[in-house]
């Protein structure tokens, strides 16, 4: 049977494995495997004991099976993704009346895993119409640049500030 957890990186995640852990002291089983080891490289550290502790019970018990086979000193490392992209996406307004705060924080709005909103500027386009011009970073095995214009940033409730969105520069990191 093949199990599937996502957003570990999020509570709801976190939730999710947690309650599925509950009786139980691994993954696929009652011993440490493969799939013990996946999960845990997706969790991104020991979950708090007083929110999630059956998963919090499951990565200490993986953390001290591991630890004798890597009796190394680690300097620490933070992971980004396979490979990741970062980019200019301008968001267009339907008109000159369209709020551009609102604007801005519906597409900041929009949290997918491997989406990280950064910098943005209003930029004019003419007749006092602005342009929002966001920086973007994309994890890309997680998210699909075309995907998130097509189906999340031009539709609704979204689409009642942005007409229109493309991406202006992309760069791979």
Same mark, same amino acid.
Not at 98 to 110: F, G, I
Not at 136 to 165: F, K
């Given at each position: !049977?093949?199990?599937?957890?996502?957003?570990?990186?999020?509570?709801?995640?976190? /939730?999710?494995?947690?309650?599925?852990?509950?009786?139980?002291?691994?993954?696929?089983?009652?011993?440490?495997? /493969?799939?013990?080891? /996946?999960?845990?490289?997706? @969790?991104?550290?020991?979950?708090?004991?007083?929110?999630?502790?059956?998963?919090?019970?499951?990565?200490?018990?993986?953390?001290?099976?591991?630890?004798?086979?890597?009796?190394?000193?680690? *300097?620490? @490392?933070?992971?980004?993704?396979?490979?990741?992209?970062?980019?200019?996406?301008?968001?267009?307004?339907?008109?000159?009346?369209?709020? !551009? $705060?609102?604007?801005?924080?519906? *597409?900041?709005?929009?949290?997918?895993?491997?989406?990280?909103?950064?910098?943005? /500027?209003? *930029?004019?386009?003419?007749?006092?119409? $602005?342009?929002?011009?966001? !920086?973007?970073?994309?994890?890309?095995?997680? @998210?699909? *640049?075309?995907? !998130?214009?097509?189906?999340?940033?031009?539709?609704?409730?979204?689409?009642?500030?942005?007409?229109?969105?493309?991406?202006?520069?992309?760069? $791979?990191?």
């Amino acid at each position: !049977m093949t199990v599937t957890f996502s957003d570990l990186h999020k509570e709801s995640g976190l /939730k999710a494995l947690n309650d599925f852990l509950s009786g139980k002291s691994s993954i696929s089983g009652d011993q440490l495997t /493969k799939d013990d080891i /996946k999960v845990y490289a997706a @969790v991104l550290g020991e979950p708090s004991a007083d929110l999630y502790p059956n998963a919090s019970k499951w990565y200490g018990a993986i953390s001290a099976k591991l630890a004798p086979s890597f009796p190394g000193k680690a *300097v620490g @490392v933070r992971i980004g993704g396979a490979a990741a992209a970062e980019s200019a996406a301008p968001a267009e307004p339907w008109d000159d009346e369209t709020d !551009m $705060k609102k604007l801005e924080e519906a *597409v900041r709005s929009v949290e997918l895993p491997g989406l990280f909103w950064e910098a943005s /500027k209003l *930029v004019a386009v003419g007749y006092g119409i $602005k342009k929002l011009q966001i !920086m973007l970073t994309i994890v890309d095995d997680l @998210v699909s *640049v075309d995907t !998130m214009i097509e189906e999340i940033l031009t539709v609704e409730p979204i689409n009642e500030y942005v007409q229109s969105c493309d991406i202006a520069a992309f760069n $791979k990191i």
